[in-house]
């Protein structure tokens, strides 16, 4: 990829915004809105899941770790989330009654049931750069998955490479001085992961590229649970 100069957020939490729909399925009607925010600490790591829900038959907004937890467990809970950007949570709100969205302070002011997220000792890989593991839940199909790959401009999977097990493909892209490279991982059957590396590390672009890197996975059917930094 060519280089890029991002603007760079300032904030350093992650917003992400889902259609609820009332029954799973490409017909289903959507019935609210799921908005999440992923608070990061210094290192990037998340740190803590916040989130609301309204729906049009409550007419308010609810917090419920239980709900999030099980979007990431329950696949048929999962199939009822679309994710949506911001003008797209605007016009779901506006159309199913909620009229204007309201900014994203005064969102926060609806989480009131956080999930905690691990964070502990970095986990040691060896002795290269440190890794941002950004853990999804979901099971896209081929399709999406070959779409998602085009979009992250993936490189051909190692083969039989067994120093990067399930690893599907290889991205990279310069953002400003930095380089940054990310791996698209099978994990364990059960989940994906993105893994970005920097050089060097601590670039201010490493930021951007997992908040672009997670918003173009949560389009094509992953979920994110977490953002992991294994050093």
């Known amino acids: 990829m060519a280089p890029v100069t991002p603007t760079l957020p300032a904030s350093t939490a992650m917003f992400h915004y889902y259609l609820l729909q009332a029954s799973g399925g490409e017909d289903a009607t959507g019935a609210g809105l799921l908005v999440e925010e992923f608070v990061l600490d210094d290192d990037l790591s998340a740190v803590r899941l916040r989130s ?4 049009s038959a409550d007419a308010g907004w609810w917090s419920s770790a239980a709900f999030v937890r099980a979007a990431r467990t329950d696949p048929r809970l999962r ?10 949570a605007e016009a ?5 009654g909620g ?3 309201p900014d994203e302070d005064t969102l926060r002011r609806h989480f009131s049931d956080d999930v905690p997220l691990a964070a502990g000792t970095p986990l040691r890989l060896g002795a290269g750069p440190a890794v941002h593991r950004v853990l999804f839940a979901g099971e896209p199909d081929g399709d999406a998955i070959a779409r998602l790959s085009a ?3 993936l490189g051909a999977a190692p083969g039989a490479d ?19 490279l990310w791996h698209l991982r099978r994990v364990g059957g059960v989940a994906w ?6 050089d060097p590390a601590g670039g201010d672009g490493l930021r951007w590229v997992l908040r672009q890197i997670t918003d173009v996975a949560r389009c094509h059917g992953l979920v994110p649970a977490t953002i992991e930094r294994l050093s």
């Open 193 to 198: 992961s993105i893994d970005v590396t920097s």
């Open 99 to 101: 009229g204007a969205l």
């Open 52 to 55: 609301a829900c309204w729906t």
């Open 151 to 153: 979009l992250l401009r």
């Open 92 to 96: 779901a709100y506006g159309r199913l």
């Open 162 to 180: 067994v120093t990067q097990p399930g690893v599907v493909g290889t991205g990279r892209l310069r953002v400003n001085d930095t380089n940054h």
């Open 79 to 88: 199939s009822r989330l679309t994710a949506v950007n911001r003008p797209g």
